[in-house]
């Protein structure tokens, strides 16, 4: 019945994948905290490793389930109806409910991205297996973006395996043929990896990092290589436009390093959603 449901009002399965979207929203924001930091005991085992030098003593175990989640001020636990997203947020007025220190607001605002998102790529797409890998792969790019902005890092671990899972997805076409899927993700990695080349030549530095190579290369698995001038240029545009806009009103150094990673994803998830029509419309102009 539910199922049924689902696949009959279009409404009704949009604001089901909503709710599921705020969920997530919630489990993206464990992601995009601890994962990080996971990645910086990793470099400081590999690094004592390298170095010969006594291994430290094994740390309490910390991963994306272990310990739950706490307020950083105090410590309190933060239980079940504390964890509700947004609106848990908007009851405790934005602070911990048991010392009174203040919770960033930037929590609820990826759980809202991340429902929003959601409910539109089910509304865009319908009932059905695509909408599922879309969700998957809009998830995947919220997660990139909010870790970028925070840490000028692209996770291997989250990258990697978005390149594989497009190729796997388009095994059947989902999105693209695998033979389009195939030749996105090569001509996406090489495509910025010859641009950072171009760059580090002429300017003697580096321009953008190796993840952001591997970025392009997963929107290219996804959606094919016919997507990518769509996605450069506009991650490029929306790029340049808010990193000028930083460097006048904002005072940002014109030497501090801005993420382009965001820009791809949101490049990405507009050629998910836009691609082939504003592709179309841009011909027969």
Same mark, same amino acid.
């Given at each position: 019945?539910?199922?049924?449901?689902?696949?009959?009002?279009?409404?009704?399965?949009?604001?089901?994948?909503?709710?599921?979207?705020?969920?997530?929203?919630?489990?993206?924001?464990?992601?995009?905290?601890?994962?990080?930091?996971?990645?910086?005991?990793?470099?400081?085992?590999?690094?004592?490793?390298?170095?010969?030098?006594?291994?430290?003593?094994?740390?309490?175990?910390?991963?994306?389930?272990?310990?739950?989640?706490?307020?950083?001020?105090?410590?309190?636990?933060?239980?079940?109806?504390?964890?509700?997203?947004?609106?848990?947020?908007?009851?405790?007025?934005?602070?911990?409910?048991?010392?009174?220190?203040?919770?960033?607001?930037?929590?609820?605002? +990826?759980?809202? $991205?991340?429902?929003? =998102? *959601?409910? !539109? &790529?089910?509304?865009?797409? #319908?009932?059905?297996? %695509?909408?599922? @890998?879309?969700?998957?792969?809009?998830?995947?790019?919220?997660?990139?973006?909010?870790?970028?902005?925070?840490?000028q890092l692209l996770?291997?671990?989250?990258?990697?395996?978005?390149?594989?899972?497009?190729?796997?997805?388009?095994?059947?076409?989902?999105?693209?043929?695998?033979?389009?899927?195939?030749?996105?993700?090569?001509?996406?990695?090489?495509?910025?990896?010859?641009?950072?080349?171009?760059?580090?030549?002429?300017?003697?530095?580096?321009?953008?990092?190796?993840?952001?190579?591997?970025?392009?290369?997963?929107?290219?698995?996804?959606l094919g290589w016919? +997507?990518?001038? $769509?996605?450069?240029? =506009? *991650?490029? !545009? &929306?790029?340049?436009?808010? #990193?000028?806009?930083? %460097?006048?009103? @904002?005072?940002?150094?014109?030497?501090?390093?801005?993420?382009?990673?965001?820009?791809?994803?949101?490049?990405?998830?507009?050629?998910?959603?836009?691609?082939?029509?504003?592709?179309?419309?841009?011909?027969?102009?």
């Amino acid at each position: 019945m539910f199922f049924d449901t689902l696949q009959s009002s279009p409404i009704f399965f949009a604001g089901t994948a909503t709710v599921l979207g705020l969920l997530v929203g919630s489990f993206l924001n464990v992601v995009i905290h601890r994962l990080p930091k996971m990645m910086e005991r990793e470099w400081h085992t590999q690094c004592s490793e390298l170095r010969n030098e006594e291994a430290p003593p094994p740390a309490a175990s910390y991963n994306l389930i272990i310990p739950r989640s706490a307020c950083p001020s105090c410590g309190h636990q933060i239980r079940a109806w504390e964890n509700i997203p947004v609106l848990s947020w908007l009851v405790l007025h934005g602070h911990c409910s048991h010392c009174r220190a203040p919770i960033s607001p930037r929590y609820p605002i +990826i759980e809202a $991205l991340s429902g929003l =998102l *959601s409910g !539109l &790529v089910a509304w865009h797409f #319908g009932f059905g297996a %695509i909408t599922l @890998a879309a969700l998957l792969f809009t998830w995947t790019l919220i997660a990139l973006t909010f870790i970028d902005f925070d840490t000028q890092l692209l996770p291997d671990s989250i990258t990697q395996p978005l390149i594989w899972l497009g190729l796997l997805f388009n095994l059947n076409n989902l999105f693209t043929s695998l033979d389009s899927a195939l030749i996105g993700a090569v001509a996406g990695y090489l495509a910025l990896w010859s641009i950072y080349w171009m760059f580090k030549l002429i300017a003697k530095k580096e321009g953008m990092g190796y993840g952001d190579f591997k970025l392009l290369a997963a929107i290219g698995a996804w959606l094919g290589w016919q +997507i990518l001038p $769509l996605v450069i240029m =506009l *991650s490029s !545009l &929306v790029g340049a436009t808010v #990193g000028i806009s930083l %460097i006048l009103f @904002a005072g940002h150094g014109r030497q501090a390093p801005i993420p382009f990673g965001p820009y791809l994803a949101g490049g990405g998830l507009i050629a998910l959603l836009w691609g082939k029509q504003i592709t179309q419309a841009y011909l027969s102009f």
